[in-house]
């Protein structure tokens, strides 16, 4: 079966948006290896540029289109982190960003997207209205649309992750990646079944949002309703594109709940100084869960700390 990359499409993001982004820190922790009871090896990804792992996808889509067609600018819909990475990916090549964001979406993260050039268009707080708000921004401004992860470009350019791992550790028995509409992991998945076939990869996800979780269990896509976690970054569904890689080459979904997700990123917070968002201490917490410790074999595990696009308000309050 053909998905939608595959590691030569990888590495030609890898290509395509070196200039632009940072190849980002791995770290260790002594203390976290003693917690975990195996090595962990972190990948900081809140050290990227726009505070998170989506300039890579947006950047790689934004470079890869035509000239012609990249004049007329791009559209999308997020509330977070894509809308951010895809502002400053177009101002990076200095085409318009035409991004839809719901109401209800904060006003740091509104403030982040307007810093980097983005346009932002506010619209009621449901994927309906998104997707509707967007097709007609596209119309509008003959824009691209490029959605947040259903992709082919995106989840390429999330993809460079797994190149970087295997240039920064030998020996990684597994990587845990933490799961919303699945592009970051099935870039990573994809990469690495080729790439190093025998390093194992798991999803992690908020028990109130395991849509994943129950769409493996199931063999069929089930979508996301009504989630309910602090992990504002992975309330999405899997797609069309993403799916089918969660589906044949994710080994397994780890779920854990906000307590666990919480003690993650506090312990993330007090032992390596590294401000994560809530949704890139998911892998953590599934690394400590008692799941993740039944297994055999996964003695050298790697983490992608996702992103750190925290609402600094909140922490001062």
């Known amino acids: 079966m053909s998905y939608a990359a595959d590691l030569k499409a990888v590495r030609a993001a890898a290509e395509r948006v070196a200039e632009h982004i940072h190849c980002t820190p791995l770290l260790t922790s002594s203390s976290m290896d003693q917690w975990l009871g195996r090595s962990g090896f972190f990948k900081c990804e809140l050290f990227q540029k726009a505070g998170s792992f989506k300039v890579r996808g947006a950047l790689n889509a934004i470079l890869s289109l035509d000239d012609t067609i990249a004049r007329n600018g791009v559209v999308t819909h997020s509330s977070g982190n894509f809308a951010q990475a895809l502002a400053l990916g177009a101002r990076l090549r200095g085409i318009p960003a035409h991004i839809v964001m719901p109401s209800s979406a904060p006003a740091v993260k509104q403030r982040a997207v307007a810093e980097y ?103 069929r896509l089930i979508p996301q309703t009504a989630p309910d976690t602090i992990a504002d970054g992975l309330l999405t569904s899997l797609g069309q594109f993403t799916w089918p890689v969660v589906r044949d080459r994710v080994e397994e979904i780890l779920v854990v709940d906000d307590r666990e997700i919480r003690e993650a990123q506090h312990r993330i917070w007090t032992r390596m100084k590294l401000l994560v968002e809530p949704s890139g201490a998911v892998p953590l917490a599934a690394a400590r869960s008692d799941r993740f410790a039944q297994l055999q074999g996964v003695n050298r595990v790697a983490m992608v700390l996702s992103g750190g696009n925290l609402d600094f308000g909140d922490l001062l309050e």
């Open 117 to 219: 050039g983005g346009q932002i268009r506010l619209c009621e707080p449901t994927l309906e209205a998104r997707e509707r708000t967007a097709a007609q921004l596209v119309k509008e401004t003959g824009g691209t649309l490029l959605h947040p992860f259903d992709h082919p470009d995106v989840i390429a350019g999330q993809g460079t992750i797994a190149l970087e791992l295997m240039e920064q550790v030998q020996g990684l028995d597994a990587v845990i990646v933490p799961v919303g509409g699945g592009g970051l992991i099935s870039g990573i998945a994809l990469a690495l079944a080729e790439l190093a076939p025998t390093v194992r990869v798991f999803g992690a996800e908020p028990l109130g949002a395991d849509d994943a979780a129950r769409s493996k269990a199931a063999g």
